[in-house]
């Protein structure tokens, strides 16, 4: 079974700054798909990233970039210029496509505060 | 990106009770998924509902407690049967998209007292 570990349980950032939020994962899968969600206060998850691991390109979303780094099994999110609006939990989920039964396998999520 | 509502979007409910709640979607999907989130946790997949077939449940979740109908392609409700105050939480409904992404519901957040 695949898990998913986030480490850091909460970060702060200063508006403006680049904050990093670690991910890593456990698989003996060789295609699959990893994502960064974000949750705000209002509960809405919205899909902030995607990533196919058979491509070597880092994902990037405006603000939103990932670095992945597949031997290490490691998968992180940073993001840039951080705006008030960033203030979320954030949680990195992996996902193996297999027909009928493709779902999610989220961390434990990080609760990320950006600071005015 | 699909566009889905759910219903309740919060109720307080007595132990020993039933809730049904419901997702929609304004697009046909195949999959669609039902998670649960306990306070403070991150989500846990319950079952997988595709049109036309039994929802395939996970490990540690049994359809006598949360049985799921799809009736079509836009639709599915999950009922949280014979609720225990341990059944508190945000139920969240998703469809996959064509990238393999899953779009989010707003949620359902339920207490049990």
């Known amino acids: 079974a695949q898990t998913v570990t986030q480490s850091q349980p909460e970060m702060s950032v200063q508006e403006a700054e680049t904050v990093t939020l670690s991910c890593t994962y456990d698989?003996?899968?060789?295609?699959?798909?990893l994502f960064w969600y974000k949750q705000p206060p209002s509960r809405q998850m919205i899909l902030v990233i995607r990533q196919e691991a058979y491509k070597q390109q880092n994902a990037t979303e405006n603000r939103f970039s990932v670095n992945f780094q597949k031997a290490a099994k490691s998968f992180s999110l940073k993001i840039s210029d951080s705006q008030l609006g960033d203030t979320a939990m954030y949680f990195c989920?992996?996902?193996?496509?297999?027909?009928?039964?493709?779902?999610?396998?989220f961390g434990t999520g990080t609760r990320l505060t950006i600071i005015p | 990106s699909a566009v889905i509502s759910q219903k309740p979007s919060r109720d307080i409910c007595q132990r020993g009770t039933s809730l049904t709640i419901q997702c929609q979607v304004d697009s046909q999907v195949t999959m669609m998924f039902w998670y649960r989130q306990q306070p403070g946790q991150s989500l846990t997949l319950i079952a997988t509902?595709?049109?036309?077939?039994?929802?395939?449940?996970e490990s540690g979740f049994v359809i006598d407690k949360f049985p799921i109908s799809r009736p079509n392609l836009t639709f599915s409700t999950l009922t949280v049967s014979n609720m225990s105050p341990e059944d508190s939480s945000i139920y969240l409904c998703s469809v996959a998209g064509r990238g393999y992404e899953q779009y989010f519901g707003p949620g359902t957040r339920l207490t049990v007292t």
């Open positions: 698989t003996s899968e060789n295609n699959y798909y």
């Open positions: 509902a595709n049109q036309g077939s039994e929802a395939t449940y």
């Open positions: 989920a992996f996902m193996k496509p297999y027909f009928g039964n493709e779902k999610l396998t």
